[in-house]
Structure formats: C-alpha cells, structure tokens
C-alpha cells in the first residue's frame, strides 16, 4: 500500500494540494484496477489522491447536443440511467458484460480509460459511440476524442496530474451492439470484443463507428471498416465485405487468453453479428 493516502473534498482543493504531495502519485477512483496492480506488487507509488468524492466528477447530465458522463460516475449508476439507456446503445449493451454486479458498484469509466487496457469494456464501447474525454489540469480545460487518449497499454496522453472530468457522448439517435468472446459467458476478460453505433436510414448507413477490444495495443477504433460501411445497404453482401475488411485492421496478440490468429478471426465473426443485429 502507497504511504499516503488523501481526499480532497472537490477539484478546487485538489489543485491546491497538489504541490505539497510526493512526486511519485496516482489518482485513486473506484480502485478495481490500482489496487488489483498494488496486490500484484505493480503498483509503486508513494501517495495516491482518492478522487471517488469529488463531485465534479459524479454527475451524468444532458446538454443540446451531448450527453455528459462524469469520470466518477459508478458503472452500475451509469445501468440504471435513462439518460445513457437512450442516448449510449453501445455502452449500455456493454454493461453487462462489464466485471460482476459487485465490481459495477465501484469500478468507474474514468478508471477504466485512465488505466489504459486494451480489453476494458467500458473504453471499447465509449470509442464507438463517438465519446469525447473532458480532461482538467489546476483549472484549465481540453477536450480529446476518447479514441487519442490511448498511446499503448497502461500508456495515456494524459499529462502528469490531469484529471479525466468526464466523458461527453454525442446526442444523436443510432442503434447500438456489444459482442464480447471470452472464457466465459461474463465475469471474464475478453479474447475479443466489437462495439458498433450506427445510423441507418431506408436500410443504408448513414454514420457508424466500429470499435474493437483486446485485439490492438490499444482500444482500437477501426476507422477503415467504418469508413468503407458509409452509404451501404446492411446486405448479407456489404457485412460479409466488413467481416473481412475488420480482420486487417486488428493486430492481435497470443498470450494465456488466446492465440492471435483465432483473435483476428474472431473479430470477423463478432462483427457480423453485430451488423446482423443492427440489420433486423
């Protein structure tokens, strides 16, 4: 366990501490992932800053355009909001599949994108809908699709210190999917997994974005075959065509979960159902 652990009471505060803690810190959220590391001895720092109560972070609320998200907001909160339900497909279907009903209860989305895993569910669904990270740095703001925030695994572009706020979801009507491969049916890290939003009209695609999990270094947003579905017909002809097109955008790994080339199969298959799905 880290030496010191604080809370600030808000982000104002928190900029204010900062100067005077160990330069060896993290930011500590629901913890599934900080403390899992720190049990498997991968966890080193000095100090970590407990951020699960600030309430900057733990609002989900609409704008016009977007739906906001905050980067402490709970999973299972995030189940139970109509907000997301209507607006958040992808991520919604996703849940499920997110950990078990006890880790939903403390793990974060904000958690889950700052610790950089290829296969995190929550991340992989957030690429597909389009979301946008909120980050803040001693008050000052920018904004970085969420799909640039990942430079490798455990490797963000987030700077020493900055602060995911939250995660802006564009409001507009689509349809949404999450497939999910993995040792078992849930409660499992993945082999693979796809998310896909789409907008279709009169059975033509309008707008869509394929996302894959566990088969990039990176929550990989496969910008190729997204691009190549625009303005096609969701014929048994057009997502055999992205089955395809999907496996050459994937670069999976063999480790203990999985060997590559079944990975990169995989992903053809995850997609087509997906886009069948989509299709009905």
Request: glycine share 8%.
């Amino acid at each position: 366990m880290p030496e010191i652990i604080v809370k600030p009471s808000n982000l104002k505060e928190l900029w204010e501490m900062l100067p005077g803690l160990p330069a060896s810190r993290r930011y500590l959220a629901g913890g599934t992932d900080i403390v899992t590391a720190n049990n498997a001895g991968a966890e080193s720092s000095v100090c970590w800053i407990d951020i699960s109560g600030l309430p900057e972070l733990a609002v989900i609320k609409e704008t016009a355009g977007s739906l906001f998200i905050g980067s402490g907001v709970k999973i299972s909160e995030i189940e139970r909001s109509k907000a997301a339900a209507r607006w958040c497909p992808a991520l919604t279907a996703a849940i499920p599949h997110f950990a078990s009903p006890s880790l939903r209860n403390m793990a974060t989305l904000g958690g889950n994108a700052a610790n950089s895993s290829p296969c995190a569910d929550g991340v992989c669904a957030l690429v597909a809908e389009g979301a946008c990270a909120l980050l803040a740095l001693r008050g000052k703001k920018r904004r970085l699709p969420l799909k640039d925030l990942f430079l490798g695994p455990k490797r963000t572009a987030l700077k020493k210190d900055e602060v995911i706020l939250g995660f802006e979801i564009p409001k507009r009507p689509r349809a949404g999917a999450y497939l999910k491969l993995g040792p078992r049916a849930y409660f499992g890290i993945s082999k693979a997994a796809v998310a896909v939003t789409a907008e279709i009209s009169g059975g033509v695609v309008k707008r869509v974005c394929v996302a894959l999990g566990s088969v990039a270094p990176v929550p990989l947003h496969a910008a190729r075959t997204s691009a190549w579905l625009v303005n096609k017909k969701l014929s048994a002809e057009t997502i055999a065509g992205a089955s395809d097109l999907v496996k050459a955008e994937v670069s999976p790994i063999t480790d203990a979960r999985s060997g590559a080339d079944y990975r990169r199969e995989m992903c053809g298959v995850l997609l087509e159902r997906a886009l069948k799905s989509l299709a009905e």
